[in-house]
């Protein structure tokens, strides 16, 4: 992996690991933004929920 994916890797899993902090729903409903509701991010998945499930925010991980 580049640098750049890299980033964007840990950037959306930050960003999802924040919204968790605020509720578990915050967290789910940005997970669909970035994996659900579009396609754009799909080739970043595998990656950032490998770092969600690491660091304990498998929870947020949803299929719908």
Do not use: H, W
């Not at 980033?7 to 915050?26: H, N, P, Q, W, Y």
């Amino acid at each position: 992996m580049g640098k750049g994916v890299v980033d964007v890797v840990t950037f959306i899993a930050m960003m999802i690991k924040e919204a968790r902090g605020t509720s578990l729903s915050a967290g789910q409903l940005k997970y669909r933004a970035y994996f659900v509701n579009t396609s754009l991010y799909l080739r970043y998945k595998p990656d950032v929920d490998a770092i969600l499930i690491q660091d304990g925010y498998e929870d947020c991980i949803v299929s719908a």
